[in-house]
């Protein structure tokens, strides 16, 4: 058994030699292949039968036809291997979905030929799904080219766990005209992307808002110029517009401070803090299981943040994010959750 991986990781070392990660191929000669399909080895054995028993009866018409088919054999091999001549491929920006979702790869399919078409193209990422399955993971998107043309296509990966991922082989093969030869091409995309932990679907509602006492130097210095009324502070990233006290704020600014907010509680910042360690409802879970929590939560302090202007932050073991809103906010979230580990290094997910 040990021989066996052995000779495995060899090849797979073999193969990764011969298939440097890029973020973009063009396809020729040197990363094409091409072999018989089933339909063509039986085509291949009712070619020698004609043709032994053309020599052994000695039927021209038999040699006639003997020859037209292996003629038009010939002629497959070269319209299939070419079919897949100058198609290059790209990839496009990738977006990241929380474990357990299907990630879409999204590609720019070109044909670099201004005379010829390629019909009959099949993408696929990672192993391919069996037989019947009309669309997933693993199902070959059907690709079709005009001559000088692209096309962008989307294909399916799966996520099992958070972490950086780094995309399977994606595999472009065609059996065109005949369905005699399959000629197929490996691109091993570069492009890494980050899995967010999964979505806890029995998440309570957000904790209590663990909020405190407004930062009396922070906003003396936003008001020292500035009379200021109660219910006002000052402007933190991420307060709505509609929070924002525009009068106070012009003349602040003319004065040479920053923004003014209103405060939505009497003398009190209601932003949460979602604490890894500490926060009501993660008690006796495992560290995945938090973190699935976690996530979820985030999403709904951030539906939270947008219909009342409340602020939200993130404490894990060794890290903190600062409070804050918006989707460059909570996706500064979810990346920290995704990479975070009790060790305290960087994770990773292949």
């Known amino acids: 058994m040990s021989r066996w991986a052995g000779i495995q990781g060899q090849w797979s070392a073999w193969w990764e030699a011969r298939l440097p990660r890029r973020d973009h191929i063009t396809l020729n000669q040197r990363n094409l292949y091409i072999l018989p399909t089933k339909a063509g080895w039986g085509f291949a054995a009712v070619f020698m039968l004609l043709l032994l028993a053309s020599i052994n009866e000695q039927i021209n018409l038999g040699y006639a036809l003997s020859f037209l088919l292996g003629g038009t054999a010939m002629t497959a091999i070269y319209q299939t291997h070419g079919n897949l001549q100058g198609v290059s491929m790209r990839l496009l920006t990738l977006r990241s979905v929380h474990a357990g979702?299907?990630?879409?790869?999204?590609?720019?399919?070109?044909?670099?030929?201004?005379?010829?078409?390629?019909?009959?193209?099949?993408?696929?990422?990672?192993?391919?799904?069996?037989?019947?399955?009309?669309?997933?993971?693993?199902?070959?998107?059907?690709?079709?080219?005009?001559?000088?043309?692209?096309?962008?296509?989307?294909?399916?990966?799966?996520?099992?766990?958070?972490?950086?991922?780094?995309?399977?082989?994606?595999?472009?093969?065609?059996?065109?005209?005949?369905?005699?030869?399959?000629?197929?091409?490996y691109w091993r995309p570069e492009g890494q992307?980050?899995?967010?932990?999964?979505?806890?679907?029995?998440?309570?509602?957000?904790?209590?808002?663990?909020?405190d006492k407004v930062d009396a130097n922070t906003l003396h210095a936003a008001t020292s110029n500035t009379e200021m009324h109660e219910g006002l502070r000052a402007y933190r990233r991420g307060d709505p517009q509609r929070l924002i006290a525009w009068k106070k704020s012009s003349h602040a600014l003319a004065s040479g401070t920053g923004l003014i907010s209103r405060e939505p509680a009497q003398?009190?910042?209601?932003?949460?803090w979602l604490d890894y360690e500490h926060s009501p409802g993660l008690r006796g879970m495992d560290t995945e299981a938090r973190l699935s929590r976690l996530a979820s939560w985030l999403l709904q302090a951030e539906q939270q943040a947008a219909a009342t202007g409340t602020l939200y932050g993130l404490r894990l073991p060794g890290m903190d994010v600062t409070r804050g809103a918006g989707s460059q906010h909570l996706r500064h979230c979810l990346d920290t959750l995704s990479t975070w580990s009790p060790s305290g290094h960087d994770r990773g997910a292949t």
């Open 267 to 272: 003398g009190h910042s209601p932003d949460l």
């Open 193 to 211: 992307v980050l899995i967010w932990p999964s979505l806890d679907t029995q998440a309570p509602p957000l904790p209590s808002w663990q909020g």
């Open 101 to 185: 979702d299907v990630l879409s790869v999204g590609l720019t399919i070109t044909n670099k030929h201004r005379k010829l078409g390629r019909y009959g193209l099949q993408i696929t990422a990672g192993d391919k799904a069996p037989e019947g399955t009309m669309s997933g993971p693993g199902c070959p998107q059907d690709v079709e080219l005009n001559p000088g043309s692209d096309c962008h296509i989307e294909v399916d990966v799966a996520t099992y766990t958070r972490g950086r991922l780094t995309l399977p082989r994606i595999t472009i093969d065609t059996r065109f005209p005949l369905g005699l030869f399959r000629a197929w091409a």
